[in-house]
């Protein structure tokens, strides 16, 4: 859901640029390079663009260098230049567009709102990420100052700038990706207690917040049982922010050396190398699925239980403490409460799914239609074989966690991606076995082992006959990952 800023317009007209945003959108494909391609600038547009300038002096000699009147001209020559994809000059007019609006509409006006989206394309066209992090906490400024400090238009403005630390894994440098991770979880702590505020504790409203936390901690986990130099980052600064305590919960204890721990002065148990590092984090994300489940069963919701029931089983899964078994089958039974034909339940738990589950879905069919839309991203499928659909990996960093993407689309980042179709078998416990290259996208044996490397790695809801869980062989997915800059 997108937030509806509500605020009130301004008597005083202002001129707006609505060729930008276009403009810019078709430049995206330069997003992450940070370069277009040089524009010749025909000999009628310099022309244009004089005149445009001439008017613009002319204004600020006769009225001031703020007056409004300067708005026009200036909008103008923003329009030719995103034309001629001269982004450079147009983030600089832009500047000089948001310093008069400010003087003449205040500060905190919510008009400035467009004005500040279309600076964050521009932006990104320019490769300017840090610049985009500023944008979006001058908005959420503006949402604050004109929908409140406990609103849900603020949960929105503080979403949307932990989404872009999320997708800044992408860009800069790679010592800062841990930095954004944690970043990000602040933000997502912060919206957890907003939303309380705003909803009090016992509303379903705070289901996607309750679980946007839940799914950050499980990120957090996957990146720490990664095989790369990032999980050893994480987890120095993980033992530095919260302790050594989220990190030693597991079914089996050990010791490991202080030796990456410097200045900790002590040793750190944590769990072996069969389980879960970080399980700690995976029991504090499912607390806050069972407040889920504890809202809808107040609220008498069968169906909003039978999911939160669903998700505390992949939860599970996760933690490698189970087939999920348990909370799978009580899910089964409520779903039928609610209504729902064991045939549509039976259809459901026969698709083994990639997990976490990026987004809490309160009704089934909403659950069933994101499962269908993986899958229905590949089109040509064989007759008789079982095929998950598509992965997109987030980062060659966290090849087995699945790219989160930002519910505002000015805030996606699209890379060259490349192609690794894959067959392979799942276990009772959502383990991946025997893995098959079929085909790839360069034919390239490197492409072709990292994606039978992050296959392995990847849990899945495992295949449930009835109410058990079963080995199921020969199922195939699509594996795509970004081709770094």
């Known amino acids: 859901m997108q937030p509806s800023m509500g605020f009130k317009s301004m008597k005083r007209p202002f001129y707006k640029s609505p060729f930008l945003i276009s403009a810019v959108i078709l430049c995206l494909p330069f997003l992450v390079s940070g370069q277009t ?20 002096e002319d204004y600020a000699s006769e009225f001031g260098p703020f007056d409004d009147r300067l708005l026009e001209p200036l909008a103008s020559m923003i329009n030719l230049q995103a034309e001629q994809g001269n982004f450079a000059e147009v983030a600089e007019l832009q500047s000089q567009e948001l310093s008069i609006m400010r003087m003449n509409l205040g500060f905190e006006n919510p008009e400035l709102v467009p004005l500040v989206r279309s600076m964050i394309e521009v932006q990104q066209v320019l490769g300017n990420y840090e610049a985009v992090s500023e944008h979006l906490e001058h908005i959420r400024f503006l949402v604050a100052s004109n929908s409140g400090t406990q609103s849900e238009e603020l949960l929105h403005a503080i979403d949307n700038q932990a989404q872009w630390l999320l997708a800044g894994f992408y860009l800069g440098e790679e010592r800062r990706q841990s930095d954004k991770m944690l970043d990000a979880r602040d933000l997502y702590r912060e919206m957890y207690n ?15 917040w309750y679980y946007k936390r839940a799914y950050n901690l499980a990120l957090l986990v996957q990146l720490l049982n990664t095989e790369d130099n990032l999980s050893s980052q994480i987890l120095r600064d993980l033992v530095r922010s919260d302790g050594p305590t989220l990190l030693e919960h597991g079914r089996r204890g050990g010791v490991i050396s202080t030796s990456p721990f410097i200045g900790l002065g002590r040793q750190i148990a944590v769990v072996d190398g069969e389980s879960v590092l970080g399980e700690g984090y995976l029991r504090q994300g499912l607390g806050f699925i069972n407040d889920i489940f504890d809202i809808a069963e107040e609220q008498g919701d069968l169906e909003a239980q039978a999911m939160a029931q669903i998700y505390r089983g992949d939860f599970n899964v996760l933690m490698d403490r189970s087939s999920g078994r348990r909370q799978y089958n009580e899910a089964q039974d409520l779903l039928l409460q609610a209504g729902i034909s064991q045939q549509e339940i039976d259809a459901f738990f026969h698709i083994p799914m990639p997990l976490p589950i990026p987004e809490f879905y309160s009704r089934f069919s909403d659950l069933v239609a994101y499962q269908q839309s993986i899958i229905g991203e590949v089109r040509s499928i064989q007759e008789g074989v079982l095929h998950l659909g598509t992965f997109r990996a987030w980062h060659e960093n966290a090849r087995a966690v699945l790219k989160p993407v930002s519910s505002d689309p000015l805030l996606r980042i699209g890379l060259p991606q490349f192609q690794v179709d894959l067959s392979f078998n799942i276990s009772s416990r959502g383990n991946v076995s025997s893995v098959d290259v079929l085909t790839s996208i360069p034919e390239d044996r490197r492409v072709s082992r990292e994606g039978a490397r992050a296959i392995r790695e990847i849990k899945f809801r495992p295949f449930y006959d009835g109410d058990r869980a079963r080995r199921i062989r020969d199922v195939q997915i699509r594996y795509l990952f970004a081709q770094q800059q």
């Not at 391609?37 to 613009?56: C, H, M």
């Not at 907003?194 to 996607?208: C, H, K, V």
């Open 194 to 208: 907003l939303a309380e505020d705003i909803y009090g504790e016992e509303d379903p409203l705070l289901y996607p």
């Open 37 to 56: 391609n040089p524009v010749s600038t025909s000999n009628e547009t310099l022309r244009d663009l004089q005149r445009y300038q001439e008017q613009f």
